[in-house]
């Protein structure tokens, strides 16, 4: 057996993880430590591995969080109104499974953000393609989008997106246009994938935010009654060591 020829030809297959380990083992003359059999699953659980590593990588670097946040660092003090029996459920994943939503309110600094992003971070760890975005920020992106032809695209990768997180929700007024582009946004997600919303307006006054009644009344019914909700109270996580926004 010529096994630079081998390691060259795994290489030549984009193999380069199993390359580099059966290199590893011709170099340290390992080759006869186990059967073929249990050689070959080495080989390939490594490549399976380094895979998988890679592409959580991706999605982390995709989903363009704003921190680090980990459900396992989340504070669940009396104060903050956080069920830790819900919020660990949440934790699971299930609710993307079922395609369901999720809403956190809370005034600001009270840990919005760190929570969804902790979600966002454990979804991609196994394996959801996943788009955190501030609210505003996307729509814009979308009116743009509008000019240079690009919006149906732009949908299209959304749609393909297991889990859209939507920070600061309603912080600055819709018109018609940012307003019809969440309607399609929610629209061509509507049980297919999940969305998380993060706003610091209880959900009580979305339909005044929204505004255009009909339109108003499409979007809430189709991300309020499929949702999970989370109203976070206390004081401001600023203050102190931040875990928080």
């Known amino acids: 057996m010529n096994n630079n020829q081998t390691i060259e030809k795994l290489k030549q297959m984009r193999l380069g993880a199993m390359a580099q380990l059966h290199l590893q083992h011709v170099k340290d003359n390992r080759l006869d430590d186990t059967t073929a059999d249990e050689y070959l699953a080495l080989l ?13 990588d991706r999605f982390i670097r995709q989903a363009a969080f704003k921190q680090k946040a980990s ?8 104060t903050r109104n956080l069920d830790k029996n819900m919020f660990t459920r ?5 609710f993307i499974t079922r395609k ?20 966002g971070h454990q979804a991609c760890l196994m394996g959801y ?16 989008s509008k000019v240079d032809g690009t919006y149906l695209k732009e949908l299209n990768k ?35 994938t999940s ?11 979305w339909y005044e935010i929204i505004g255009e009644g009909t339109i108003a009344d499409a979007i ?24 928080g926004e």
């Open 90 to 94: 949440l934790g699971t994943l299930d």
């Open 100 to 119: 369901e939503n999720i809403i956190v309110t809370g005034a600001s600094g009270v840990g919005k953000s760190y929570l969804v992003q902790a979600l």
């Open 195 to 205: 969305t998380i919303v993060s706003s610091q307006i209880p959900v009580s006054h």
């Open 220 to 243: 809430l019914d189709r991300i309020v009654n499929s949702s999970h909700r989370l109203d976070l109270k206390g004081e401001s996580l600023r203050k102190g060591v931040l875990k």
């Open 158 to 192: 959304l749609v393909k997106t297991d889990l859209l997180i939507l920070d600061d929700f309603g912080l600055q007024a819709f018109d018609n246009h940012t307003r019809e582009t969440l309607m399609d946004i929610i629209d061509d997600r509507y049980n297919k």
């Open 44 to 56: 390939t659980d490594h490549e399976w591995e380094y895979r998988q590593n890679r592409k959580i």
């Open 71 to 78: 459900i396992a660092e989340v504070s669940y003090e009396s």
């Open 129 to 144: 393609k996943t788009i955190y975005t501030n609210t505003s920020r996307l729509l814009k992106k979308f009116k743009l």
